[in-house]
């Protein structure tokens, strides 16, 4: 496959363990000993991760995860995975070459397995009707075919990617088109992990969702899935649904994170012009138990794989229904959130003086998030191509993300990659805090000031510094919401 956005790798640590599985004459035998055989077709973010959790909590199931790339799946198998979560790597050690097996035979692992979980990529499409808004289902739609082609014996297929309300149907009219009479039940099964926190979100899940048809196949059907959880899971966490509930939750619950997120940002533009602090604010209004404190933290906007391209997806289906003011209301989440992005880059632009040709700025950060080396749909993307475009020199420093950063900025000539922070922040005129990383807030700010350009200024983007301490320094200090402490 050609290297592109969904090959952007984070190296995790070196795995020790067991040998790396592959299927062997021996494992052939030792398959009869298990009581389910589950696949899962995608080994990427979710894939990986969900399918390590399931076999380290169930050793009596044989776990198969199978991807077409076939570096993904090399990795996999080696001592480097492909996806960096704390704790992932010790969970593949112990379980991997014994339950958990990853394979690009994807046509055996299908024919040998009771439970298919379905992890590919639904990505925004880009081209022809809905480009830019709805799911491109591709991925989705070559996989339902490669089951129908390969499958002999019936299946539990189970959605776990997130797609738009009543894809299932399409997965079933897709599954039972062949002439040959194979029993498929559909599952959706909707997985709502947080990356940087994804084994503990896996371990330890707010909640289970589990929905299908309301037939007794249906039911059967979800009530197996349901077994699987309960391994590990209290009863009470796992609920049931229909399975339009079900594959409409997900899209919802991350339209509404969202919307958090762009309200307090949204807030923290009039702070800035009234002297409140968005942190009061939202500390005042978290204490509410009717709203609760999560998602109060205001930044220089939301990023990750699915926030933007979920709301796109239900926007789009709002629309196709004719919900012309539901897409609306929901799209202006997205739009505030772009604002947010463009603010930060102008609220740089007009503190330095209204110009940034030359300037060396900082990118403390490149991850969409802290925990993660994930940087897809990262503001500290659109930041460092916007100020790419006023012509600043840009260096950037990232713990987890220097090489998805340089992938994604292939194109920009002129950029940094620096790890250590205080060599990346050396000889520049300001530093753009983009992801709140702990260790940043824990930098010897002096030794950073003697080491800048003056006047030296600091863009805090996640609000993670202490502002009156850098300040006292010397530096010119702009948080998110929050008056401005300067020198001048
Ligand atoms: N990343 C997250 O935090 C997260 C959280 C919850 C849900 N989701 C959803 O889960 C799904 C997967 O997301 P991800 O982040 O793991 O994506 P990803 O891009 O990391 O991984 C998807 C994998 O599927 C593989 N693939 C595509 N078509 C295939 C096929 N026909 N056969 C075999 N493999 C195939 C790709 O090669 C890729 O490795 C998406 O729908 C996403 O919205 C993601």
Known sequence: MPRGKDDRLLKGGPIYGRTPGVDTAGEENMKQRYEKNILCIGAGYVGGPTMAVIAHKCPQYRVTVVDINHEKIRQWNSD????????????????????????TDIEKGIKESEIIFVAVNTPTKTFGA???????????????RQIREAADSPKIVVEKCTIPVRTALAMERILTSKSSRIDFEVVSNPEFLSEGTAIGDLESPDRVLIGSRETAGGIRARREIAGIYENWVPKERIIESNIWSSELSK????????QRISSINAVSALCEKTEADVAEVGRAIGMDSRL???????SVGFGGSCFKKDILN???LCKSHGLHEVADYWESVVKINEYQKERFVLNMLGSMFNTLAGKKICLFGFAFKAGTGDTRETPALYVAKRLAEERAEIVI??????????????????IRYVGDPYKAAAGCDAIAVLTEWGLYAGLDYRKVYRSMVKPAF???GRNVLDHQGLHKIGFNVFPIGKTALVHF
């Open 80 to 103: 480097r995975l492909p996806v960096f979560e704390e704790g992932l790597d010790g969970i593949v050690a112990a379980a991997r070459g014994k339950n958990l097996f990853f394979s």
């Open 130 to 144: 809905g480009a830019g808004m709805a799911a491109d289902l591709q991925y989705w739609e070559k996989t339902a």
């Open 251 to 258: 899209l919802v619950a991350n339209a509404f994170l969202a």
């Open 292 to 298: 609760g404190s999560s998602f109060l933290k205001a």
């Open 314 to 316: 239900l926007v789009y």
């Open 397 to 414: 420093t990232d713990p987890k993300a220097l090489d998805n950063a340089k992938i994604d900025l292939a194109g920009i000539d002129g």
């Open 458 to 460: 600091i863009f805090d």
